[in-house]
């Protein structure tokens, strides 16, 4: 899909404030912390300009291409500069069979595997690689499980510029693949996601290379492309947002820009309260949960010491948006939980054997969190809930064939035999 020609609006009015100190910060040290409290910076607009020009609806102009129809609130200064991939616009489906099992009428699934590189990392570098477009960068970097990677490299190679990317070690073959594919420059390591993050944000700094990695903390611009997912379902549920969305959290990045999209949403006066958001986590890495549950303050979320889940791209041992995600679940009113392995797997599963979606295992964990709050009687089969799919199932497909019985080898063409291995035979 080529880029979007003219849009509709000149954005001359976003600011970049902090977080915790509503500092406001210039600009061009976007990828930078808050001078002041070195907390995370966030893109503002002004909204009263935005509601004036849509007259109370959604900010949506009909030349942008993926989620650039929604520009008047994404932070680019020119349509020249929008890379897209035809990201976005990813289905939000009924998923009437599993509802019924769980004695629910109103469950979703929001399939952000259905994106150009099959995660909704797309959404993120979408906006980060534009925005690195515009002000001048010929080179990212990003450290990665690996979607948030491949994402950045296919959205490089799409713009024409480098991408270097430091992956971990263990990756599986298939995002080792992508990244390959879409012509980054790859280095594995065995360090910690804090460590590697770190590092990723020095390197930049010294060699003047954008910083591409998926956390808000050290580009705020990928928030703003992540929110765009909260506007779809706004459309596609007619304005009646879900009264539970449950978000997989890595390093908590998709959930605080949820709460973001959310947050606009209400400051356009297009809803009056916010669905509750709910993190999941894997049990063997679950920092935001364990700081949810003990109610510490969101600037102390622990490290994980020796991280463990098949759920590969939440598995980090810190979380770089880990308090964002926190203030947003607090917020919203909403909950962390954690989730076994067996429950991930079951999950997975689940969807895929049922409903025909497949996830990869990070993105059943809704599915299995929501079964444990159901039970629990915390949410009610009565009310609504979202499940956000976030990545496919072959970003990550040993999950799947280890974890399922093999398949019958040197099968023997016999007809009569054959009739044996169907099930109900007539
Ligand atoms: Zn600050």
């Known amino acids: 899909m080529e880029a979007p020609s003219i849009l509709s609006i000149e954005f001359d009015g976003i600011s970049l404030t902090c977080v915790w100190c509503g500092s406001l910060v210039p600009k061009d040290s976007a990828t930078s912390a808050c001078p002041n409290c070195a907390g995370s910076l966030e893109v503002v607009y002004d909204y009263n300009k935005i509601q004036e020009r849509f007259h109370g609806a959604l900010p949506v102009v009909k030349e942008g291409g993926g989620i650039w129809r929604f520009s008047p609130i994404l932070p680019l200064n020119s349509s020249a500069n929008c890379v897209s991939l035809g990201e976005g616009a990813s289905p939000y489906h009924r998923i009437q069979k599993i509802g019924s099992i769980l004695g629910m009428r109103d469950l979703f699934v929001k399939d952000e595997s259905r994106n150009p590189t099959c995660s909704f990392k797309d959404r993120k570098s979408a906006v980060a690689i534009s925005k690195a477009i515009e002000d001048g960068y010929g080179k990212v970097l990003a450290a990665t499980a690996g979607n948030a990677g491949s994402s950045v490299a296919a959205y490089a190679a799409k713009a024409g510029i480098e991408s270097y990317i430091l992956a971990f070690q263990g990756i599986s073959r298939a995002k080792l693949a992508k990244l390959l594919a879409y ?30 990695s998926a956390a808000s903390r050290y580009n705020p611009y990928v928030k703003e492309g992540a929110k765009t997912a909260v506007f779809e379902i706004y459309e596609q549920t007619e304005g009646k947002l879900p009264d539970w969305i449950i978000v997989p959290v890595g390093g908590g990045g998709n959930l605080s820009a949820y709460f973001k999209g959310l947050k606009e949403l209400k400051a356009l006066g297009l809803i009056e309260k916010y669905p509750r958001l709910i993190g999941v986590q894997a049990s063997g890495c679950a920092p935001v949960v364990e700081a949810f549950e003990r109610k510490l303050d969101p600037k102390n979320i622990p490290k994980i010491k020796n991280p463990k889940t098949i759920a590969h791209s939440i598995l980090d041992d810190w979380a770089p948006d880990g308090d964002i995600a926190l203030v947003s679940i607090r917020e919203t009113s909403g909950l962390a939980v954690s989730v076994s392995e067996e429950e991930i797997i079951s999950a997975t599963k689940e969807l895929s054997g049922i409903e025909g979606i497949y996830a990869e295992p990070s993105s059943a964990t809704p599915l299995a969190a929501l079964r444990k709050l159901l039970s629990a009687r915390t949410v009610d089969k009565d009310e609504s809930v979202a499940l956000i799919v976030t990545g496919f199932g072959l970003n990550q497909p040993d999950a799947i064939v280890d974890n399922s019985p093999s398949p019958m080898e040197n099968l023997d063409l016999d007809i009569t035999t054959f009739g044996k291995y169907i099930k109900n035979g007539n």
């Open 183 to 212: 012509g980054a420059t790859v280095f594995l390591t065995k360090a910690s996601t804090g460590d590697v993050l770190e590092f990723t944000a020095k390197v930049c700094d010294r060699y003047h290379l954008q910083n591409c």
